[in-house]
């Protein structure tokens, strides 16, 4: 395993591979399904377009896009929160003073 904060995020985000996603899921037991798989990889090519996590209403506006599902999805797949595991699961810094919701 990559390095992580005391928090269990990754330290370097660049350093995150699909295997280290599977992973993170498990510690939080989660079975990743092709729904997560939409989330986590619009949140890692927003990442990379962007350079910062992107807001839970991006990634629930991407999900039901490509899912047609509802706002409320996303939470269901996360039961723990958007910053608590999806954004762990993708590699993502822990995101510091922003609304998730």
């Known amino acids: 395993m990559v390095a992580r904060d005391d928090e269990g995020y990754l ?3 660049d350093s995150w591979t699909e295997e280290i996603a599977r992973q ?3 510690e939080e037991e989660i079975e990743l ?3 997560h798989w939409v ?3 619009f949140m890692r ?3 990379k377009d962007h350079q910062v996590t992107p807001d839970v209403r991006h990634a629930m506006k991407h999900l039901k896009e490509q ?3 509802d706002r409320n999805r ?3 797949l996360f039961p723990y929160g958007y910053v608590q595991q999806a954004c762990k699961i993708a590699g993502m810094i822990r995101p510091r003073n922003w609304s998730t919701g």
Do not use: K
């Open 33 to 35: 399904t092709d729904e």
């Open 24 to 26: 993170l899921a498990a």
């Open 39 to 41: 989330v986590i990889r």
């Open 67 to 69: 899912c047609g599902a």
């Open 11 to 13: 330290v370097e985000p």
């Open 74 to 76: 996303i939470f269901q």
């Open 45 to 47: 090519d927003y990442h």
